[in-house]
């Protein structure tokens, strides 16, 4: 990512190791199928957020080196759109093609 993690802090980003224009994360989330009201889309984000924050998980989210973020449900929305053409870029550059 574009910052170090806790679990290495002296191993520098690929940014810092000289590799430019280059990003890649691990992400975990959760969604909901097109059409769930807004209602209860908040309500689940609530309850996962506030479960983020709870000191046992965040301890063993931390011990393997997750960094938990909580974002909201139009954050998250938009970092998948983000990661969907980044890759398709990638996808389109190395010339690979389905059987």
């Known amino acids: 990512s574009r910052k170090r993690t806790a679990m290495m802090p002296d191993a520098p980003?690929?940014?810092?190791?000289?590799?430019?224009?280059?990003?890649?994360?691990?992400?975990v989330g959760v969604s909901a199928t097109g059409g769930t009201p807004q209602l209860i889309v908040m309500r689940l984000h609530d309850e996962f957020v506030r479960a983020l924050k709870a000191p046992d998980l965040t301890e063993r989210l931390a011990a393997l080196g997750a960094d938990p973020v909580g974002s909201t449900p139009e954050q998250f929305a938009a970092l998948i759109r983000e990661d969907i053409a980044r890759w398709a870029k990638v996808v389109k550059a190395s010339g690979v093609h389905l059987d």
Request: no cysteine.
């Open 13 to 27: 980003t690929l940014i810092e190791a000289g590799i430019k224009n280059f990003e890649s994360t691990v992400w």
